[in-house]
């Protein structure tokens, strides 16, 4: 019985990232068997996806080099092959993959770096918005302002580790020049990444700061983001941080009620 579209599909996809070339035994297909058309098929189409996942994540290669990342690429691409036609949308679960990846446990700190690199990624393929002008806030009764609603910039992300991710991330950027030293015990640290205009920034935030974006960007209001902020760091100038971030683009827009925007 000839095989029907979808289920030659689902076979060929079977052979490519399963490696399983004897369910298309059946396929004639000229001079060479449809075991070796396939072999090459699997073989462009890892080493196209090997690259795009390097090109998401040159800091991981980097410290794993060239020969573990291909190695670990091929063990992630079997388990998660990708889903979507647009190729940017691949590798989101790389970190997840290497927190997991046994040749790897004894880096600890790879699986934040590859988180911080796919942020970074999201954040640059991120909408865009129109920056929320001071003049709209000023134009609201102060009697109001508890029940605002901020939302964050579409780039916007939020992430915490107890690593100093940021600093690994630095000193393996092409262009760094000094003390390439990481120092592990640094303790935690909390970052935003951003898109501002063309580039995109990540930047470190104290307690405060981390505590009320994260409380924006769970569409909190004002008056909870407060609170949330100064529990996180009771010396924090809330006030202030909140103006500079609308100022900086970090928030984007606002409402009360759905009626100021």
């Not at 262009?175 to 990540?202: N, S, W």
């Amino acid at each position: 019985m000839t095989p029907s579209l979808r289920d030659l599909q689902k076979q060929f996809a079977a052979a490519v990232y399963e490696d399983d070339a004897g369910v298309l035994a059946s396929v004639r297909d000229g001079i060479f068997p449809a075991a070796r058309h396939v072999q090459l098929y699997r073989h462009n189409t890892f080493a196209n996806l090997t690259d795009a996942l390097a090109a998401v994540y040159p800091v991981v290669r980097r410290l794993v080099g060239d020969g573990f990342f291909e190695y670990a690429a091929d063990g992630f691409i079997h388990c998660h092959p990708p889903r979507s036609g647009n190729l940017h949308d691949f590798g989101a679960a790389f970190a997840d993959f290497l927190s997991a990846f046994e040749p790897a446990q004894h880096l600890a700190y790879l699986a934040d770096v590859a988180r911080l690199e796919w942020l970074w990624h999201e954040a640059f393929h991120a909408a865009d918005a129109t920056s929320l002008a001071l003049q709209t806030l000023a134009a609201v009764a102060p009697q109001r302002y508890a029940g605002l609603v901020f939302r964050l910039h579409p780039s916007a992300r939020l992430i915490a580790s107890t690593f100093p991710i940021l600093r690994i991330w630095h000193v393996n950027q092409p262009a760094f020049e000094g003390d390439a030293t990481v120092d592990l015990d640094t303790g935690p640290e909390q970052l935003l990444v951003v898109r501002r205009q063309l580039d995109v920034h990540i930047e470190s935030l104290s307690a405060g700061e981390a505590a009320m974006l994260s409380a924006i960007a769970a569409a909190k209001t004002l008056a909870q983001v407060s609170h949330v902020a100064l529990a996180a760091q009771p010396d924090f100038d809330f006030g202030h941080a909140l103006r500079e971030h609308v100022a900086r683009g970090t928030i984007a827009a606002v409402s009360e009620s759905d009626t100021l925007t």
